[in-house]
Nanobody, 121 residues
Framework: QVQLVESGGGLVQPGGSLRLSCAAS????????MNWSRRAPGKQRELVAA???????NYLSSVKGRFTISRDNAKNTVYLQMNSLQPEDTAVYYC???????????????WGQGTLVTVSS
């Protein structure tokens, strides 16, 4: 089976940094897009950053310049480097990937378990 395992969340003070990691495991032929989304208290889930297989990126306006999404295709891993964190960034962060699986060669959207990022002094 294919799954995404997230790590790197935690408590950080305003202005601090965290790096989230999300590794895909299992039988995977290829990975298309990978992205990070978040769900903050009292808000709907929002897409934070996305990266294509070719490395093109897109960011939520409020994190532009502070967050950087990257991927290591050899490790089937996507990262989210978060700098200058603010309390408003507090949320559960989820990674998502569209992966191609063997046998059927279908593309499936899979999700990580979520990792909590808390920005507070």
């Amino acid at each position: 089976q294919v799954q995404l395992v997230e790590s790197g969340g935690g408590l950080v003070q305003p202005g601090g940094s965290l790096r989230l990691s999300c590794a895909a495991s299992g039988s995977i032929v290829s990975i298309n897009t990978m992205n990070w989304s978040r769900r903050a208290p009292g808000k709907q889930r929002e897409l934070v950053a996305a990266i294509t297989s070719g490395g093109s990126t897109n960011y939520l306006s409020s994190v532009k310049g502070r967050f950087t999404i990257s991927r290591d295709n050899a490790k089937n891993t996507v990262y989210l480097q978060m700098n200058s964190l603010q309390p408003e960034d507090t949320a559960v962060y989820y990674c998502n990937a569209v992966v191609q699986v063997p046998l059927t060669s279908r593309y499936l959207s899979i999700w990580g378990q979520g990792t909590l990022v808390t920005v507070s002094s």
